[in-house]
Each structure stands twice: as structure tokens, then as C-alpha cells.
């Protein structure tokens, strides 16, 4: 591997996996979803727990980390995962048309189908975030993360669209025909992009990692997780993953029906709503990209402190939505677009600390750190829209009235941000007392002292 770390030709090569990831991703969880409630008139709950299920099985995710960091290449799992990631897409395809004529062997096929689908996004997703966490040097990790996730949108974006207008009118043949294309595609992209990627320009050889670099080279993967897990830091910055992200998911899934319910919004302003939160995470994402890139060199904060900030800014914006709930001609949007900006501005700060953060507990572990985070991240999510419709829900039975139920909810996201950024803080202290000590040890063996 290069020793100078990736360029951007090499990021831009990750961020097209990335948006593959997506594409497929997106077909399985939005238009099938669709597909089963409208034209199968099947109950909205069973697509909800397939997706709830395929993010349970991405628990999965330190294993197969783990099996990255003991081959010590990522490339082979990448491609795994995206090719397992297929199948399972075309196959959710021929479950859902299954399901029109066998309801149940269609169900079945289906949870088969997000199982393989939880599989491939694990072994894909976590392998690429531990090599970024390997190659790409400090200076450009926030730009690199944002120019990955907003690949990962694009590819949400541009498959939605095109799979939209090729399966109207809807027809079973048609959903299946596309699927096996998209599947198919998306595994030539990845081929092509993983080409050379994990080995040196110069020699075209893969370059080997000795043997003594890696911690415990025979540990077995309970071995190795618990290693992970007994590093503070580690431990800290999973509960932190675990927090912020779960008060993000449980708040997404809330926002539509809350604009519609308190504020007589129309199905298509609430659409429009949430386009304007979109635009406000990409906003949030590009501003840590240029805070973290080298030519603004951290005049405009540290990643640790956009990290912090965006967890407080989003409980800020929450409080904002409480006010939303109870009082009248509150602006709702520009409300809507300050949360987007926050939460873009945790979020990239947050991956491109996790990236950091992978290789600093030393080398040979970065595929298991990453692994851990991402279970951490997929727990919250599968947890984050049952948590926010359920609190919702119960709110509205105890308190009797909307408005303070939704109140009630948003107070309680806005907690878990506040919670966030506390731990956020704590990892920026305890970064700065690491950087420091650093510096007293090189003094210390050149002689010196610190003025």
C-alpha cells in the first residue's frame, strides 16, 4: 500500500462503492416497501420489521471486522459483501412478487432475503470504513467522509429515480428484470473500483504487513472484541454512536407525520419539509469538510469540536420542534433546516472521528473497532423508529392530545443529543490530554522543555 496514504482519486473510487451500497440498499428498504403496502395491500408492519430485521443482523458487523483485520485485506470482503448484497436484493424482489400469490413462502423468502441483505452491507460497509480508517491520511478525513456519504446519497437519489420510472407501470416481471440489472451493475462498478486499490502504484504488488505489527495475530474474535472493548476510548465512543444515532433515526421517522398532524401540512409539503432537512444535512456535511480540510488548517474548529457543537446544535433544534408543538406560526422550516445542518455537521464529524479513532489503539484492530461502531450504529437504527413511533404512540394515550405528545417526544431526542455531546466532550478532552502527552514524551526524550 502506499505509505503516503489514499488521494482523492482513491477516495472517489470508495465513494462509488459507496453509493452502490446505496443503490441496492435503497430498492430493498423504500420500493419494495411500497410495493408490498400499496399494490400487495399487505400490512405496513411486515416490511417495517424487514428492515427492522436487516439491521439486526448488521450486529454482525465486529465479526466481520474482525475477519478484515486477520487477512488483513479488505478488498475481498468489499466484494464479498456487495456480491452477497445482490443476491439478497434480488431475491427480496422475487419475495415480494412471491408474496402475491404465497404470502406466507413469500415471507419467508423474504427474511432470507434481508438477511443476506444485513450480511453484505455489514462485510461491505465495515471493510470500507477500516480501510479509509487505514489510508486516509488525517488532513483529509472530514472531506473524504463527507465526499463518501454524499456519493451514498447521490446513489439513494439517482436509483430511486431511475427505478421509479422504469417499474411504472408496475408489473411483476419488470421489478424483477430490474433488480437482477441493478444487482449486476452494481457488482461490475465495485469490481472495477477495487482493481489495484490495496496495492502499491509503483510495484502493482500487494505489499505485506508483518506479522509482529498485528495485536495477537492468534486471537480468536471473542479475544479481540473484548480487547477492543476493555480500550476507554472505545468503549466511550460506541456508547456515544449508540446515543446520537438513536435520537437521530427516532426523530426521522416522526417529523412527516408531525408537520401533517400539528401543522396541517399536505402529504407533499411534508415531502417538500423533508427535502429542506436533507438540504440542511448537506449543508451541515460540507461545512465540516471545510473546517477539516488542510487549507483552513482548523481556523474554523477541530473535528472533535463540530462533532460536539452539531450534538448540542440538534438538542437546540429539537427544543425548537417542542416549540413547534405548542406554539402557533412557529417557523417550521427554518426550524427543519437548522436540525439538518446540525445533524450533517455530527454525523460527518462523528464518521471522520471514528476513522481516527480506529487506528489510534494501535494496527491490526481497525477492521474490529470499525465493526463495533457500525453494530452500534445499525442497533440504533433498528431501535431509533420503533423508540420514536412507539414514545409517540404512548405519549398520545397518556397525555390525550398531540401536541404535547409530540412535545414530549422531541424533549426526549433533544436529552439523548444533550447526552451525545456530552460524551462527544469527553472525547474531545480526553484526545487533547493524549496530544499532549505526546508532546511532553518528545520533549522529555529530546531534552527539552515547554515553554
Not at 438477511?115 to 460497509?125: E, Q, R
Request: net charge positive; charged share 10%; with cysteine.
Amino acid at each position: 500500500m502506499s505509505t503516503s496514504g489514499f488521494g482523492w482519486f482513491q477516495i472517489v473510487r470508495l465513494g462509488l462503492i459507496q453509493a452502490c451500497l446505496g443503490a441496492v440498499v435503497v430498492v430493498t428498504t423504500s420500493t419494495l416497501n411500497r410495493i408490498m403496502v400499496v399494490e400487495l395491500a399487505l400490512p405496513a408492519v411486515l416490511p417495517g420489521f424487514l428492515v427492522a430485521w436487516h439491521y439486526a443482523v448488521q450486529m454482525v458487523r465486529p465479526r466481520m471486522g474482525f475477519g478484515a483485520d486477520k487477512g488483513r485485506r479488505c478488498t475481498p470482503w468489499m466484494m464479498g459483501g456487495m456480491l452477497v448484497l445482490g443476491v439478497g436484493g434480488v431475491m427480496a424482489a422475487a419475495a415480494t412478487v412471491w408474496m402475491a400469490k404465497q404470502p406466507v413462502y413469500g415471507t419467508l423468502l423474504a427474511l432470507l432475503s434481508f438477511s443476506l441483505i444485513g450480511l453484505g452491507v455489514s462485510a461491505c460497509g465495515t471493510s470500507l470504513l477500516a480501510l479509509m480508517a487505514k489510508q486516509v491520511p488525517e488532513d483529509r478525513r472530514a472531506p473524504a467522509a463527507t465526499a463518501v456519504w454524499m456519493m451514498m446519497i447521490l446513489g439513494f437519489a439517482v436509483t430511486a429515480g431511475v427505478v421509479g420510472k422504469l417499474i411504472d407501470p408496475y408489473s411483476p416481471q419488470v421489478l424483477l428484470q430490474v433488480s437482477a440489472a441493478l444487482s449486476g451493475l452494481t457488482a461490475v462498478i465495485t469490481a472495477l473500483c477495487l482493481w489495484g486499490l490495496e496495492k502499491t502504484p509503483a510495484l502493482g504488488l500487494s505489499v505485506p504487513v508483518p506479522e509482529a505489527s498485528v495485536q495477537g495475530p492468534q486471537q480468536n474474535f471473542k479475544q479481540a472484541l473484548q480487547e477492543v472493548w476493555r480500550e476507554p476510548v472505545a468503549r466511550t465512543f460506541t456508547v456515544f454512536v449508540f446515543m446520537s444515532m438513536l435520537a437521530y433515526s427516532a426523530q426521522d421517522l416522526i417529523l412527516e407525520p408531525f408537520a401533517g398532524a400539528v401543522h396541517g401540512f399536505s402529504p407533499g409539503q411534508t415531502t417538500q419539509l423533508s427535502g429542506w432537512h436533507h438540504m440542511g444535512v448537506l449543508i451541515g456535511m460540507l461545512a465540516v469538510a471545510g473546517a477539516g480540510s488542510r487549507w483552513v488548517a482548523g481556523r474554523l474548529g477541530t473535528v472533535p469540536a463540530w462533532m460536539v457543537g452539531g450534538c448540542l446544535m440538534s438538542a437546540l433544534a429539537t427544543v425548537g420542534l417542542c416549540s413547534a408543538a405548542m406554539a402557533e406560526g412557529w417557523p417550521l422550516q427554518a426550524n427543519v433546516v437548522f436540525l439538518g445542518v446540525a445533524n450533517g455537521a455530527f454525523s460527518i464529524a462523528a464518521i471522520a472521528t471514528m476513522m481516527r479513532l480506529a487506528g489510534e489503539g494501535g494496527p491490526g484492530r481497525e477492521g474490529t473497532r470499525m465493526g463495533l461502531w457500525g453494530a452500534a450504529q445499525a442497533a440504533a437504527f433498528g431501535l431509533g423508529g420503533l423508540l420514536g413511533t412507539a414514545a409517540s404512540d404512548l405519549a398520545h394515550v397518556l397525555l390525550g392530545e398531540q401536541r404535547m405528545a409530540y412535545a414530549a417526544v422531541f424533549g426526549m431526542q433533544a436529552l439523548m443529543f444533550a447526552a451525545s455531546a456530552a460524551l462527544a466532550l469527553r472525547l474531545r478532552d480526553g484526545a487533547a490530554k493524549r496530544e499532549h502527552l505526546q508532546f511532553d514524551t518528545v520533549l522529555l526524550l529530546k531534552g527539552g522543555s515547554r515553554t
